[in-house]
């Protein structure tokens, strides 16, 4: 067999017909693109694919062909001089990128033929999770009930610029439009389809020739650009289209004419340009720089949209008479301009609800600019505006006008308000009691002495958070996140602060200081601190001012590398049980803030099954969480996909509440409470063991690629902390886990599971608790996930980067043990042998990966091995074919971070 059609072949590895046909559509595009760059390197490229393809099997003992395949890929490689190599990677990138459009678009399709099998007379639509979730509340609970947490509902995703996204905006945008071509590709035939497999080459040989490494890293200002992208090419009208889907299905004919039924409950969130938390590229001039570019642009798309709605209120008053009410807006907005009324009623001179949303429009561009005299206030002015608007076409007669597209216009509002999203402060515990120590040794102003800088920065962010409610509203920036709390001093210390940065009390903002608990000391003494905290004068008054509604923030990232993961879920799952407890007896309408990351060592996985296993009470409707790099991109980066990320996490968090859900998580948590214990107890001590042997530090900088991903330009924030720690304490939790995942063992996921499932030993029990606790279930899915991206021979080329057989040996023999202990638990063969799509996927993308590996293991070598003897190009260079891959191995195996 050629090495061209070994490569087909393993496309075509038990994946769908659709999935297939795309995924060899890009390779033979791809092998097109490279045979006119250099058609020697596409000969390379087929034969190192045919290697890494026979190298690759499932099977857990190596046959000979096996090990002479994988001998003869990493020779191959060997044999490449640097620059011919870094080519080479690029174009598997450039693959990967490819292969991850087509599984976006086989998700789409499949998605749009299920929802087109689907009887519109059915009592829920299966396809919506919404809808299923909430007809099993009416079921269980009445409809009564159903209706009220249904108005309860809020998603609350908070987008970060956490550094997991290895893609340049370049590259990202050449994605898209692929996407596009792909995705009409369907519908074409002839000289249309031939025009567009020429579109698809231009745009593929331009992302092959575009570095994959931006040229310089983002700042926290630019990074706010993925908010709005995600805001411009699916929020703003993705969201209504979800509020709209539900209500067709509950409402039937009588949807668009009549009162909307689904409450606005999607509120976006964001940590861009606020989140100081180690980062000294965010000061208060960017957080007011990018809460005005969130600003203008929310403005600018509701003007442009009123206006649009408003010009096509072509309903004159004779057939469609206005309300009084309407009348009244109409003559107060001639009192407030009599240019911008006589402007519109020039054009609509007897189509009166016309000229009035034109002024609504007028309005907001004045809003934009700050004109005082027409501007509006705050988005509930605006939204009130509209309701004018709405009743008076409602009275008249025009329903479908006053429950569609004006309605529309008020669930943008509700969602997005004037600022797009709510922009979250958050700073670490010691930088503030730093400040209020200077304070107290210098003087409020620095009458006694000049502050630090920190100081001053510290105090300039209360002014800046006070700034942007000015001109947002409160809801824009209210919320202020305390890393590593560990009492309540911690939480009084923000507001003293905040006071001390003003002369005038009127001027402090108002906050919601919101502790995050992230180690494993303080998850588990979180009740405690919460004691004290609801204790605190401003926490009391908040508490009455918000019908006493708290929020509390727990990190999977810190608690993971600290106690290892398996320990992390459980104390994190007892965390939240405790803390539901504790709400519930001290009448506090609770919300947890998940800060979970793409990758399992963070929380990552599906979130919708995260929520459901949630123990009681943890929910109470409200689901909110943080969303960055990769992982903003595969949930929000298609309308169809959003749509349904959106309406299957709702669903779930809707759903938590039914008594059914609440008993299973309640039953089961107790049930299983042996086997928690047993597993957190031994996987602590096995994974505490490897960090605490010595030098373990320095030999994790050697085995894995962290020193070059720190110089990766895919953040604004640096790798480290700089609070002064010199050990991985100081390390922060991503480039942790991203530099295990391009090591191929993801041991952040996993390190610890195995010894602890054979010190417990009760297969039976294990297989048990898999089966009926939704805790144990997805933990366990979650990490044969991560095991199946896993590869033992090029985990052992990382460890040969050091010398350390010590190491060498836990690592790969708990990766063994963990591998068996979860194939007997799920019952698979191979990792992810029951996932009929997933299983197959990843099985294809195995090989092409590994060739990156390789060359990535490769070039660390000799730059680690023989750095006395490479000139500074030279070491440049194989630094430069090391980011390549790392931006290679992180397209192929996705959820990295």
Same mark, same amino acid.
């Given at each position: 067999?050629?090495?061209?059609?070994?490569?087909?072949?393993?496309?075509?590895?038990?994946?769908?017909?659709?999935?297939?046909?795309?995924?060899?559509?890009?390779?033979?595009?791809?092998?097109?693109?490279?045979?006119?760059?250099?058609?020697?390197?596409?000969?390379?490229?087929?034969?190192?694919?045919?290697?890494?393809?026979?190298?690759?099997?499932?099977?857990?003992?190596?046959?000979?062909?096996?090990?002479?395949?994988?001998?003869?890929?990493?020779?191959?490689?060997?044999?490449?001089?640097?620059?011919?190599?870094?080519?080479?990677?690029?174009?598997?990138?450039?693959?990967?990128?490819?292969?991850?459009?087509?599984?976006?678009?086989?998700?789409?399709?499949?998605?749009?033929?299920?929802?087109?099998?689907?009887?519109?007379?059915?009592?829920?639509?299966?396809?919506?999770?919404?809808?299923?979730?909430?007809?099993?509340?009416?079921?269980?609970?009445?409809?009564?009930?159903?209706?009220?947490?249904?108005?309860?509902?809020?998603?609350?995703?908070?987008?970060?610029?956490?550094?997991?996204?290895?893609?340049?905006?370049?590259?990202?945008?050449?994605?898209?439009?692929?996407?596009?071509?792909?995705?009409?590709?369907?519908?074409?035939?002839?000289?249309?389809?031939?025009?567009?497999?020429?579109?698809?080459?231009?745009?593929?040989?331009?992302?092959?020739?575009?570095?994959?490494?931006?040229?310089?890293?983002?700042?926290?200002?630019?990074?706010?650009?993925?908010?709005?992208?995600?805001?411009?090419?699916?929020?703003?009208?993705?969201?209504?289209?979800?509020?709209?889907?539900?209500?067709?299905?509950?409402?039937?004919?009588?949807?668009?004419?009549?009162?909307?039924?689904?409450?606005?409950?999607?509120?976006?969130?964001?940590?861009?340009?606020?989140?100081?938390?180690?980062?000294?590229?965010?000061?208060?001039?960017?957080?007011?720089?990018?809460?005005?570019?969130?600003?203008?642009?929310?403005?600018?798309?509701?003007?442009?949209?009123?206006?649009?709605?408003?010009?096509?209120?072509?309903?004159?008053?004779?057939?469609?008479?206005?309300?009084?009410?309407?009348?009244?807006?109409?003559?107060?907005?001639?009192?407030?301009?009599?240019?911008?009324?006589?402007?519109?009623?020039?054009?609509?001179?007897?189509?009166?609800?016309?000229?009035?949303?034109?002024?609504?429009?007028?309005?907001?561009?004045?809003?934009?600019?700050?004109?005082?005299?027409?501007?509006?206030?705050?988005?509930?002015?605006?939204?009130?505006?509209?309701?004018?608007?709405?009743?008076? *076409? =409602?009275? /008249?007669? @025009?329903?479908?006008?006053?429950?569609?597209? !004006?309605?529309? &216009?008020?669930? +943008?509002?509700?969602?997005?308000?004037?600022?797009?999203?709510?922009?979250?402060?958050?700073?670490?515990?010691?930088?503030?009691?730093?400040?209020?120590?200077?304070?107290?040794?210098?003087?409020?102003?620095?009458?006694?002495?000049?502050?630090?800088?920190?100081?001053?920065?510290?105090?300039?962010?209360?002014?800046?958070?006070?700034?942007?409610?000015?001109?947002?509203?409160?809801?824009?920036?209210?919320?202020?996140?305390?890393?590593?709390?560990?009492?309540?001093?911690?939480?009084?210390?923000?507001?003293?602060?905040?006071? *001390? =940065?003003? /002369?005038? @009390?009127?001027?402090?903002?108002?906050?919601? !200081?919101?502790? &995050?608990?992230? +180690?494993?000391?303080?998850?588990?003494?979180?009740?405690?601190?919460?004691?004290?905290?609801?204790?605190?004068?401003?926490?009391?008054?908040?508490?009455?001012?918000?019908?006493?509604?708290?929020?509390?923030?727990?990190?999977?990232?810190?608690?993971?590398?600290?106690?290892?993961?398996?320990?992390?879920?459980?104390?994190?799952?007892?965390?939240?049980?405790?803390?539901?407890?504790?709400?519930?007896?001290?009448?506090?309408?609770?919300?947890?803030?998940?800060?979970?990351?793409?990758?399992?060592?963070?929380?990552?996985?599906?979130?919708?099954? /995260?929520?459901?296993?949630?123990?009681?009470?943890?929910?109470?409707?409200?689901?909110?969480?943080?969303?960055?790099?990769?992982?903003?991109?595969?949930?929000?980066?298609?309308?169809?996909?959003?749509?349904?990320?959106?309406?299957?996490?709702?669903?779930?968090?809707?759903?938590?509440?039914?008594?059914?859900?609440?008993?299973?998580?309640?039953?089961?948590?107790?049930?299983?409470?042996?086997?928690?214990?047993?597993?957190?107890?031994?996987?602590?001590?096995?994974?505490?063991?490897?960090?605490?042997?010595?030098?373990?530090?320095?030999?994790?900088?050697?085995?894995?690629?962290?020193?070059?991903?720190?110089?990766?330009?895919?953040?604004?924030?640096?790798?480290?902390?700089?609070?002064?720690?010199?050990?991985?304490?100081?390390?922060?939790?991503?480039?942790?886990?991203?530099?295990?995942?391009?090591?191929?063992?993801?041991?952040?996921?996993?390190?610890?599971?195995?010894?602890?499932?054979?010190?417990?030993?009760?297969?039976?029990?294990?297989?048990?608790?898999?089966?009926?606790?939704?805790?144990?279930?997805?933990?366990?899915?979650?990490?044969?996930?991560?095991?199946?991206?896993?590869?033992?021979?090029?985990?052992?080329?990382?460890?040969?980067?050091?010398?350390?057989?010590?190491?060498?040996?836990?690592?790969?023999?708990?990766?063994?043990?963990?591998?068996?202990?979860?194939?007997?638990?799920?019952?698979?063969?191979?990792?992810?042998?029951?996932?009929?799509?997933?299983?197959?996927?990843?099985?294809?993308?195995?090989?092409?990966?590994?060739?990156?590996?390789?060359?990535?293991?490769?070039?660390?070598?000799?730059?680690?091995?023989?750095?006395?003897?490479?000139?500074?190009?030279?070491?440049?260079?194989?630094?430069?074919?090391?980011?390549?891959?790392?931006?290679?191995?992180?397209?192929?195996?996705?959820?990295?971070?």
């Amino acid at each position: 067999m050629s090495s061209a059609a070994a490569t087909e072949e393993a496309v075509s590895l038990a994946v769908p017909e659709e999935l297939q046909g795309n995924m060899l559509l890009f390779l033979r595009l791809v092998r097109k693109v490279l045979n006119e760059y250099d058609a020697e390197l596409l000969s390379i490229f087929d034969e190192l694919l045919a290697d890494a393809i026979r190298a690759n099997s499932e099977d857990a003992t190596e046959t000979d062909d096996e090990r002479e395949a994988f001998s003869d890929a990493v020779r191959i490689i060997d044999s490449l001089p640097v620059e011919r190599a870094t080519i080479l990677m690029r174009a598997f990138t450039v693959y990967f990128h490819l292969a991850n459009i087509c599984e976006e678009n086989y998700r789409v399709t499949s998605l749009r033929d299920r929802e087109a099998t689907v009887p519109t007379d059915q009592p829920e639509d299966p396809i919506n999770d919404l809808t299923v979730a909430y007809h099993r509340l009416v079921d269980e609970c009445g409809r009564g009930k159903a209706i009220a947490l249904l108005n309860r509902l809020e998603f609350r995703p908070v987008f970060t610029a956490h550094p997991t996204e290895a893609r340049r905006k370049a590259v990202e945008g050449k994605i898209r439009r692929i996407s596009d071509l792909l995705e009409e590709r369907s519908r074409l035939g002839g000289a249309s389809l031939a025009e567009n497999e020429r579109c698809m080459l231009q745009e593929i040989d331009a992302m092959f020739r575009t570095s994959p490494i931006a040229l310089k890293r983002p700042t926290p200002v630019e990074e706010a650009e993925t908010v709005i992208d995600i805001f411009d090419n699916t929020l703003f009208d993705m969201v209504p289209e979800v509020y709209r889907r539900f209500d067709d299905w509950e409402q039937g004919d009588k949807a668009g004419c009549v009162p909307p039924m689904c409450p606005a409950f999607f509120h976006p969130g964001s940590w861009i340009g606020s989140d100081r938390d180690g980062n000294p590229n965010v000061t208060a001039r960017v957080s007011r720089q990018v809460a005005e570019k969130y600003r203008v642009h929310v403005l600018k798309a509701l003007a442009e949209r009123t206006r649009t709605t408003g010009r096509n209120l072509t309903l004159d008053a004779q057939y469609t008479k206005p309300s009084d009410e309407l009348v009244n807006l109409w003559n107060h907005q001639v009192e407030m301009s009599e240019t911008l009324t006589n402007r519109a009623a020039g054009i609509s001179a007897s189509e009166r609800h016309r000229a009035v949303m034109l002024v609504i429009a007028n309005r907001l561009e004045a809003t934009v600019t700050r004109v005082a005299d027409v501007m509006y206030r705050n988005a509930d002015e605006y939204i009130e505006d509209l309701r004018v608007v709405q009743r008076s *076409l =409602a009275k /008249a007669g @025009a329903v479908r006008t006053a429950y569609g597209p !004006v309605q529309k &216009l008020i669930w +943008q509002a509700q969602t997005f308000g004037f600022h797009l999203v709510e922009m979250e402060f958050r700073q670490h515990s010691v930088v503030h009691e730093r400040a209020l120590a200077d304070i107290r040794e210098h003087g409020r102003w620095g009458e006694h002495g000049e502050l630090d800088p920190m100081t001053r920065e510290v105090l300039d962010t209360f002014r800046a958070i006070g700034s942007i409610q000015r001109k947002n509203g409160i809801q824009a920036a209210r919320r202020y996140i305390v890393s590593f709390t560990k009492s309540a001093q911690d939480v009084a210390n923000v507001y003293e602060l905040a006071r *001390l =940065a003003f /002369a005038h @009390a009127q001027d402090v903002p108002v906050l919601d !200081v919101i502790p &995050l608990f992230e +180690q494993i000391e303080d998850l588990e003494n979180a009740v405690t601190t919460l004691d004290g905290i609801i204790a605190l004068p401003e926490v009391q008054q908040r508490l009455s001012e918000t019908g006493r509604r708290l929020e509390v923030m727990l990190g999977y990232s810190d608690s993971s590398k600290d106690a290892g993961p398996t320990s992390a879920t459980l104390v994190l799952h007892a965390a939240q049980a405790a803390i539901a407890k504790w709400a519930d007896e001290n009448n506090i309408d609770l919300v947890l803030m998940h800060g979970r990351g793409g990758a399992v060592g963070r929380g990552g996985g599906p979130a919708n099954r /995260a929520v459901l296993s949630q123990p009681k009470g943890s929910v109470n409707c409200c689901f909110k969480l943080t969303e960055q790099g990769e992982v903003i991109f595969a949930r929000y980066g298609d309308p169809t996909l959003a749509r349904r990320h959106v309406e299957s996490v709702a669903g779930a968090t809707l759903l938590q509440s039914a008594p059914s859900i609440e008993w299973v998580n309640t039953e089961t948590m107790d049930k299983f409470a042996d086997v928690a214990t047993a597993l957190d107890e031994a996987s602590r001590e096995r994974y505490l063991d490897l960090l605490n042997t010595e030098n373990f530090p320095e030999w994790f900088s050697e085995v894995t690629p962290l020193n070059e991903i720190g110089l990766m330009p895919i953040g604004s924030r640096p790798a480290k902390r700089g609070l002064g720690a010199k050990s991985l304490d100081d390390l922060r939790t991503i480039p942790w886990i991203f530099s295990w995942s391009q090591a191929r063992s993801n041991l952040a996921a996993w390190y610890g599971l195995g010894t602890a499932c054979e010190r417990f030993g009760d297969l039976d029990r294990l297989r048990e608790a898999y089966a009926e606790w939704p805790l144990f279930t997805t933990f366990i899915d979650n990490i044969e996930m991560s095991l199946s991206k896993t590869d033992e021979r090029i985990a052992r080329m990382y460890l040969a980067l050091a010398e350390r057989p010590d190491l060498d040996e836990k690592v790969l023999s708990e990766m063994e043990l963990t591998r068996k202990w979860v194939l007997a638990i799920t019952g698979d063969n191979w990792p992810l042998e029951h996932r009929r799509v997933l299983g197959p996927v990843i099985k294809m993308r195995l090989p092409f990966v590994n060739v990156l590996s390789i060359a990535q293991v490769r070039a660390l070598d000799a730059v680690r091995t023989h750095t006395d003897k490479l000139t500074s190009e030279e070491k440049e260079r194989f630094i430069y074919l090391i980011l390549c891959t790392v931006s290679g191995v992180a397209a192929g195996l996705q959820n990295t971070g």
